[in-house]
């Protein structure tokens, strides 16, 4: 069982380590697809079904949908990097921001547990009753949520199609 647990946390680690060195923008973006799917790994592994498939529906399926098509409906500069900004910058900046969360990390890990004061259990809702809940008293809210995220898909669609206004003699 450690076993899974290692190999999914190397796929996700790698999957991300990737996405993030990868020059080609298309790249990332579908390696990011594999650090989603990795985190989708780790639902399952601790039991979570549900969340599981709510985070490949969502974020493997949809929100990596809307990163390709933004990146592929905008149009792209014949520009590198920002002048200036060479690669020891940019290694230095990668190794101050490692740092930085690796520090918080073992801070957080190493650390003294907060005093929280103890909560009652929730009660547990099957996956049923969660899709009752959302196909009945709560269906309005959720057809709102997906019209406001369709027009923001369009708006960003109509925003990257508009052509820059040409100089005409």
């Known amino acids: 069982m450690i076993l ?12 991300a380590a990737a996405a993030m060195l990868a020059r080609n923008l298309i790249h990332s973006a579908l390696l990011l697809v594999g650090a989603w799917a990795g985190i989708a790994g780790f639902y399952l592994w601790a039991g ?15 929100v990596s949908m809307v990163v390709l098509f933004a990146v592929l ?3 792209q500069e014949p520009a590198g990097a920002p002048v200036g900004f060479d690669s020891l910058q940019r290694a230095t900046t990668a190794l101050v921001v490692a740092g930085g969360v690796a520090g918080i990390l073992i801070g957080a890990v190493l650390g003294e547990p907060l005093d929280v004061p ?8 099957s996956v049923r009753q ?8 709560h269906a309005a ?13 369009l708006g960003a669609v109509v925003i990257a199609a508009t052509g820059q206004p040409e100089d005409h003699p």
């Open 4 to 15: 899974a647990l290692i190999l999914l946390a190397l796929l996700l680690l790698g999957a």
């Open 118 to 125: 103890a909560q009652p259990a929730p009660a547990a809702l």
């Open 130 to 137: 969660l899709g009752l809940q959302l196909m009945g008293p």
């Open 48 to 62: 979570a079904e549900f969340v599981a498939f709510a985070q490949v529906l969502v974020y493997v399926g949809a």
């Open 73 to 75: 409906l905008t149009r």
């Open 141 to 153: 809210a959720l057809l709102i949520v997906g019209v406001i995220l369709t027009v923001a898909l």
